[in-house]
Nanobody, 116 residues
Framework: HVQLVESGGGLVQPGGSLRLSCAASRSKASINTMGWYLEAPGTQRELVAQIAADGITQYANFVKGRFTISGMGTVYLQVDNLKPEDTAVYYC?????????????WGQGTQVTVSS
């Protein structure tokens, strides 16, 4: 199996910044995509940002211009100008090739709380 280890969450004031990280236990050569999702209380888990092995990135509209994803194998999410509505559990995700099969893995989640 593939383990995803996340870090970097915490409590920050509005307008502040954090850098989340996620390290995969498997070689990046077998990873198709990695990304970050959020899950707020009472909501469904949704995409924040994703990066593919070819370098293509995509972002949710509500974080464009504030969040940046980078890396592969170990990926980072730089989050700037945080707003209270960004408060959620952030989950790392990886799509990994096993021969001709792609399997999806999730990290344990890291809490981001934006409050004054």
């Amino acid at each position: 199996h593939v383990q995803l280890v996340e870090s970097g969450g915490g409590l920050v004031q509005p307008g502040g910044s954090l850098r989340l990280s996620c390290a995969a236990s498997r070689s990046k050569a077998s990873i198709n995509t990695m990304g970050w999702y959020l899950e707020a209380p009472g909501t469904q888990r949704e995409l924040v940002a994703q990066i593919a092995a070819d370098g293509i990135t995509q972002y949710a509209n509500f974080v464009k211009g504030r969040f940046t994803i980078s890396g592969m194998g170990t990926v980072y999410l730089q989050v700037d100008n945080l707003k209270p509505e960004d408060t959620a559990v952030y989950y790392c995700n990886a799509a990994v090739r096993w021969g001709k099969i792609e399997r999806i893995y999730w990290g344990q989640g890291t809490q981001v709380t934006v409050s004054s």
